[in-house]
């Protein structure tokens, strides 16, 4: 068995073929073919040696197949009964487990997948998906908009309540946890999502709007179960999860106990193994594969902001969670996606006020904006800065501009003025 057995360019994929595309770089004395073959051999049937094992049923029904090779880019189509389509972690071990370690590659990045219609029956998707979070917010013309209490570590639940009305009395529509505040000394999850529930039905109370609190319940399976049916029986309506940290396993479980919870899915981590451009996977993968896992709502990046990511990678993930009907230059064929519902992407990170006219014409309406210290570190407090938010985004909807605004709004006038000309770095 060698691993250029495993090249079959020219094959044309079938319908029962998920597909995968890969950046490889081979290793020292190693050529893109015997690498390419040595990624489909790993990740299928393959090994190092000849097998007394190996009938040749399996070895024409199972083989993953390298059908093409585009400079250094890889295309290969595995049989779907390779894979249990409703098991990411499985399917994970397989397309994105062992290949990475194997000594034929120097550098090796899953950079697209394509799956089929078994997978996108058998996995659930959102819940709810961009249209069912508008109906339950009631929120149909604009972004959602939200904030990430801040200091993210160290307030009590009576100071992060507060901190959760004086945002959403102020204008905004969501008030998450940052993604590391779980369950420590100097905040109790039970109590903080109490006293941060009743904030909301303050706030609601008091603006006529629908309003939520997004607790992040990350831990343990069996305990982010409990946490998440803890915030259903006391009226919550958001959980948010660190999804890379938690795992798909974790997701999948949450997901598919149907707790009746919108899904917000943090992306803490990804950066180890989706910057590298030549190496790791692309964050495009984990769109979609948290798309079919069931989250309505994704961190994607913001193109504008603090976080890593070009408008070309931030714009085919907000593609493939549904919210663009433009055909970008994706390594693989589009997704079917059946009835696989859309879910919002997420733009948070080094955003304020200022940035909402770009926010706007890059992701459109269906996108949720997030402002931490864009909020928080307005000159006259949170319930200023979030209103500064609200007044800049009905602005940006109408097409008017902010200094236009601004005129008859004080509080973004402040935000414009303190954060004009600000580069993050």
Known sequence: MKYVDFLEIGYIPRENDVLAAFYVEPAE????????????????????????????????????????????????????????????????????????GM???KALRLLDIRVTSN???????????????????????RPLI????????????????????????????????????????FSNFEERVLRCLEAVQKAEKET?????????????????????????????????????????????????????????????????????KNHGIHMLVLAKLSRLAGVDQLHIGTVVGKMEGDRADVMICHEALGNSKHTLNAPLPPQSWGNIKPVFSVASGGLHPGHI???????????????????????????????AVRDAVEAAVKGKTLEEAAKKSKELARALEKWKGVVIK
Do not use: C
């Open 29 to 100: 004395n190693v050529t893109v073919e015997e690498a390419a073959g040595a990624v489909a051999s790993e990740s299928s049937i393959g090994t190092w040696t000849d097998l007394a094992t190996m009938r040749q049923s399996i070895w024409d029904e199972l083989r993953a197949k390298v059908y093409a090779i585009e400079d250094n880019v890889v295309y290969i189509a595995y049989p779907e009964a390779l894979f249990e389509p409703n098991n990411i972690p499985q399917f994970l071990s397989s397309v994105a487990g062992n290949v990475f």
């Open 103 to 105: 000594k034929a590659v």
């Open 119 to 141: 997978f996108t029956t058998q996995l659930p998707g959102p819940a709810f998906g961009v249209k069912g979070v508008r109906e339950i917010l009631n929120i149909k013309h």
């Open 146 to 185: 939200g904030t990430i209490v801040k200091p993210k570590l160290g307030l009590s639940p009576r100071e992060q309540a507060e901190v959760v009305y004086n945002s959403l009395a102020g204008g905004l529509d969501l008030v998450k946890d940052d993604e590391n505040l779980t369950h420590q000394v």
């Open 208 to 276: 006529g709007e629908k309003k939520a609190y997004l607790p992040n319940i990350t831990a343990p399976t069996e305990e982010m179960l409990r946490r998440a049916e803890f915030v259903k029986k006391n009226g919550g309506t958001y959980a948010m999860i660190d999804i890379v940290t938690a795992g798909f396993s974790g997701l999948q479980s949450v997901r598919n106990r149907n707790t009746g919870l919108i899904i917000h899915a943090h992306r803490a981590m990804y950066a180890s193994f989706a910057r590298p």
């Open 357 to 387: 006219p770009d926010l706007v014409s890059i992701f459109g309406i269906d996108a949720v904006l997030q402002f931490g210290g864009g909020v928080h570190g307005h000159p006259d407090g949170t319930r200023a800065g979030a209103k």
